[in-house]
């Protein structure tokens, strides 16, 4: 008679633990997969493309000092104005008056392909509200 007791309480522990197993896989998300993925530790980095730190520091450079934002900064922003302009027909050098409508005053007197450089290495740099307004314009095309 101990023995069958005995038997009868594995077997209803048993089917217990069963049905706690089946209500708790309920819950879970599907998959094994994503349940690893959150054991897992997550990696986060602050590792940027060398291109985007590059222009990071020019546009840095550039808020300091005319000749950077001339040597350094002009250029990328030549480039993207071109190509901007390019998609409308229009080249920096051959449709001034165009460009300069479309590109502001602002913009214009950066990207102007006759601009010369600054006359002095302290001379200043693009400030940050110049330079949103050249992005804007930029970006407008």
Request: hydrophobic content about 45%; some cysteine; overall charge neutral.
């Amino acid at each position: 008679m101990r023995v069958a007791a005995e038997v009868v309480f594995i077997v209803v522990g048993a089917i217990g633990a069963a049905l706690c197993l089946a209500l708790l896989a309920e819950r879970l998300p599907s998959g094994h997969r994503v349940f690893e993925e959150r054991l897992r530790p997550r990696v986060t980095t602050q590792v940027w493309p060398a291109q985007l730190v590059r222009l990071e520091r020019e546009v840095e450079w550039s808020a300091s000092s005319g000749l950077a934002a001339h040597t350094r900064l002009r250029p990328v922003l030549v480039e993207i104005a071109e190509a901007r302009l390019g998609r409308r027909g229009l080249r920096l050098d051959r449709d001034e008056a165009e460009a300069r409508r479309l590109l502001g005053p602002t913009a214009w007197e950066l990207v102007r392909p006759d601009r010369p450089p600054p006359p002095s290495r302290v001379a200043p740099g693009v400030g940050g509200r110049e330079l949103d307004e050249i992005l804007d314009a930029l970006e407008a095309l």
